[in-house]
T-cell receptor, first 114, second 112 residues
Framework: DGGITQSPKYLFRKEGQNVTLSCEQN?????MYWYRQDPGQGLRLIYY???????QKGDIAEGYSVSREKKESFPLTVTSAQKNPTAFYLC?????????????FGPGTRLTVL | GESVGLHLPTLSVQEGDNSIINCAYS??????FIWYKQESGKGPQFIID?????DKRQGQRVTVLLNKTVKHLSLQIAATQPGDSAVYFC???????????FGKGNQVVVIP
């Protein structure tokens, strides 16, 4: 089965804790992305990576961190510095580093801060 | 779970009718466009794409129209079915940019 997987599907965090969201793809895509989705809003880019061991900040990177040690994996850490972390987090990948190709999304992780 | 469709423009369509969903984009340098469908609690699903050298592209029951003069994109769904109920949003890529910009979306509700 080819595709993008995200885990866990639901995640609960206490205030002040860091949590890491997993994103794995076996599509051999170069580029990977993390977005945040809030009700009634468009997707907002947190971080993206066009190649292994390299990544760039998106529009709302504050309070988040990522790593890209392997082509298949792009985990996102939501740190305690993120003021409003409750949201639906979506990971995507694309075969094209340049952005002129389709991005394919995982099923998402819903993070709730208690 | 909380719906991503909250507070979005809503299109109510009778089952079997055609649906038209519109999207305006702002950058005339955008050269690639995608339509996604998102059901509640799920990740967006690719529907169809179009590049700026085309005006129209057809898929299975869906057609995308691109009007570069007025920077307008539309998605037509033929013979709308209950399974088409979802949020639909467009995305654009600006030539030379390495990221997509996403619209907020439109909620489509199919009435049986």
């Amino acid at each position: 089965d080819g595709g993008i997987t995200q885990s866990p599907k639901y995640l609960f965090r206490k205030e002040g804790q860091n949590v890491t969201l997993s994103c794995e793809q076996n599509l051999n895509h170069d580029a990977m992305y993390w977005y945040r989705q809030d009700p009634g809003q468009g997707l907002r880019l947190i971080y993206y990576s066009q190649i292994v061991n390299d990544f760039q900040k998106g529009d709302i990177a504050e309070g988040y961190s990522v790593s890209r040690e392997k082509k298949e994996s792009f985990p996102l850490t939501v740190t305690s510095a993120q003021k409003n972390p409750t949201a639906f987090y979506l990971c995507a990948s694309s075969p094209d580093r340049g952005g002129s190709d389709t991005q394919y999304f995982g099923p998402g992780t819903r993070l709730t801060v208690l | 779970g909380e719906s991503v469709g909250l507070h979005l423009p809503t299109l109510s369509v009778q089952e079997g009718d055609n649906s038209i969903i519109n999207c305006a984009y702002s950058n005339s340098a955008s050269d690639y466009f995608i339509w996604y469908k998102q059901e509640s609690g799920k990740g967006p699903q690719f529907i169809i794409d179009i590049r700026s050298n085309m005006d129209k592209r057809q898929g299975q029951r869906v057609t995308v129209l691109l009007n570069k003069t007025v920077k307008h994109l539309s998605l037509q769904i033929a013979a709308t079915q209950p399974g088409d109920s979802a949020v639909y949003f467009c995305a654009e890529n600006i030539e030379g940019n390495n990221r997509l910009a996403f619209g907020k979306g439109n909620q489509v509700v199919v009435i049986p």
